[in-house]
């Protein structure tokens, strides 16, 4: 080749070599992240490798990836059920959610008679959710409660999904939330709520039910399947199967329960 080609050539081939190196640095200097769990160390480790996290067993994703943590208000009142709330906090815990404790004032509660819980807020401070959720119990504390039922009401411009466990399903009534819905409850009070609402569907016999952004479940472990639902249409299948896994319940099936299409 005349010598003005050759030049060329090894040009092209000194910028191709280049450019495979610059690549290869950059592939090797990607940092991967584990998804937002609330682990005691997981959220604050960085990774060089793709795989999954040695200490909670998720996904790593790419640093660039990392994924908004959702805020989640859980209400809670003198009387709730413990298992109703419990199992779902440990759903949303494990996913890494901000999870608010609130009541109508800070004042102590007892779960069931037995567990004191302290909310960390009042209806007068509580912050702004993506998802909020109300459990069973001695529910007409909140249903009957007219300061509470206005509050929620006017949380529904801003919050992206509603969830009830178990009776938890009156007070979201209630306040309107459940009206012309598909929804379901505690087995025991599906008759009631019938009354309640004479103007949805309201199922027996159904883990959860889907329908629009309003998600609700039959009675205390249900939350659980409610919950991870829940996870799995927002963080995607393999981040639900991980925290049914962690949690060592396998009562859950993907898929179950009943979602409306809209």
Not at 73 to 88: K, N, T
Not at 227 to 233: D, G, Q, R, S, W
Request: include cysteine; hydrophobic fraction near 40%; proline fraction near 6%.
């Amino acid at each position: 080749l005349p010598l003005p080609h050759k030049i060329t050539a090894i040009m092209k081939r000194i910028i191709s070599i280049a450019l495979f190196t610059m690549l290869t640095a950059l592939a090797s200097a990607q940092t991967y992240v584990c998804p937002p769990c609330n682990g005691p160390s997981c959220d604050t480790l960085t990774f060089t490798q793709a795989g999954k996290c040695p200490h909670c067993g998720m996904k790593l994703i790419k640093k660039e990836e990392e994924i908004k943590k959702l805020n989640v208000c859980f209400y809670l009142y003198d009387g709730i059920e413990v298992l109703d709330f419990a199992g779902p906090l440990e759903v949303f815990s494990y996913a890494g959610c901000n999870i608010s404790i609130v009541s109508k004032t800070t004042d102590p509660l007892r779960a069931q008679g037995i567990l004191k819980v302290l909310p960390t807020y009042s209806i007068q401070n509580a912050p702004p959710a993506d998802i909020f959720v109300t459990f069973g119990g001695n529910d007409d504390v909140a249903a009957n409660d007219p300061d509470v039922i206005k509050w929620i009401q006017s949380r529904i411009p801003d919050t992206k999904y509603f969830m009830s466990v178990c009776t938890g399903a009156f007070i979201l009534g209630k306040a309107g939330i459940l009206d012309h819905k598909t929804v379901t409850t505690f087995h025991n009070s599906i008759e009631n709520l019938r009354k309640e609402l004479p103007n949805s569907t309201v199922l027996a016999n159904k883990r959860f039910v889907e329908d629009g952004n309003v998600l609700t479940t039959a009675g205390i472990s249900a939350g659980i399947d409610g919950a991870l639902h829940l996870v799995e249409k927002l963080r995607g299948h393999d981040a639900a199967i991980q925290i049914a896994k962690q949690m060592e319940y396998d009562k859950w099936v993907p898929g179950d329960g009943l979602v409306i299409s809209k």
